[in-house]
């Protein structure tokens, strides 16, 4: 599974992490959680190989397959919403391609290379389960909210929100093992909403998403990942159940620097009233050096 070890990323003077280590767990819904600036969207930029880190290693398993939503749309698209959708299957689409190259060349020519070339690419495409390809796409177009007449239209037609609804579905279509979302259900209607939950959570691969949708992090995530100060603390369980152990943590933390305070206080006493004497100044330094 990915990993992170060690990583490192700055702009500039301002340090976003250091020493960033974590292990992503295999089939887990993991959502991304920290202050604005924190360096969230960095770091998913940095495993989607949009940007580079300073240092520290990322490992990704070989041939694993990760996906996550581009910052534009496909300049060039299909000629439908459709088969653009279509296309998010690279490899299926690959061969539907090639398929109808071949039938082409049949059509002009009856040869028998021609004719096995033809008989390789379909059973190659029926293999990879290709003729199912078009009605998984309407499906998923369906789902967000891409009706009939939409799925027949030229992409270039459509606003920049649908475009990118697009891309969505394009994702949804490729089925990575390890997906990563920013604000997945951002410009989204209800209905649409609903069905990319539902979508998620029946989802077998790992996903990484980021999201400020209170109500979606308790219904989706299974970890928090934390990313404060430049550190990543996982918590498991949903967003609320995150909420209430950085609450205590942060309690604990409040309590021991008082109690660490208090114990300063009591020291520096002790070094005020007897540092002057020679018997009893090695104590005090020392009790001094154990405070820090």
């Known amino acids: 599974m990915i990993r992170l070890e060690n990583l490192e990323k700055s702009y500039g003077t301002k340090l976003l992490f250091s020493e960033l280590s974590y292990q992503f767990p295999e089939g887990e819904t993991i959502a991304l959680v920290g202050d604005n600036g924190a360096g969230k969207s960095t770091l998913l930029d940095i495993l989607c190989g949009l940007e580079s880190a300073d240092g520290g290693s990322l490992y990704i398993p070989p041939r694993m397959s990760i996906g996550y939503l581009p910052q534009e749309p496909n300049p060039h698209p299909q000629a439908s919403v459709r088969e653009e959708c279509e296309a998010g299957d690279q490899l299926v689409f690959a061969l539907k391609e090639k398929m109808r190259e071949t039938l082409g060349l049949l059509e002009t020519s009856s040869g028998e290379l021609d004719l096995h070339?033809?008989?390789?690419?379909?059973?190659?495409?029926?293999?990879?389960?290709?003729?199912?390809?078009?009605?998984?796409?309407?499906?998923?177009?369906?789902?967000?909210?891409?009706?009939?007449?939409?799925?027949?239209?030229?992409?270039?037609?459509?606003?920049?929100?649908?475009?990118?609804?697009?891309?969505?579905?394009?994702?949804?279509?490729?089925?990575?093992?390890?997906?990563?979302?920013?604000?997945?259900?951002?410009?989204?209607?209800?209905?649409?909403?609903?069905?990319?939950?539902?979508?998620?959570?029946?989802?077998p691969g790992t996903i990484l998403f980021v999201s400020h949708d209170r109500d979606l992090l308790n219904r989706l995530a299974e970890t928090i990942l934390h990313l404060n100060q430049g550190k990543l603390t996982a918590y498991p369980g949903n967003y609320d159940e995150f909420l209430e152990a950085f609450s205590l943590v942060q309690s604990q933390e409040a309590k021991a620097k008082a109690q660490l305070s208090q114990q300063r206080r009591q020291l520096q006493t002790f070094v005020d009233r007897f540092g002057a004497k020679a018997s009893k100044a090695k104590q005090a330094q020392s009790k001094m050096k154990a405070i820090g």
């Open 117 to 203: 070339r033809y008989e390789q690419a379909e059973s190659a495409y029926r293999l990879a389960d290709g003729y199912a390809i078009s009605a998984k796409a309407s499906t998923i177009l369906s789902g967000l909210g891409f009706g009939e007449l939409m799925q027949g239209a030229d992409p270039l037609s459509l606003s920049g929100g649908w475009r990118m609804r697009l891309e969505l579905a394009k994702l949804f279509m490729r089925n990575p093992e390890f997906l990563i979302l920013d604000e997945p259900t951002n410009h989204l209607d209800l209905p649409s909403l609903v069905w990319v939950e539902a979508y998620l959570q029946s989802f």
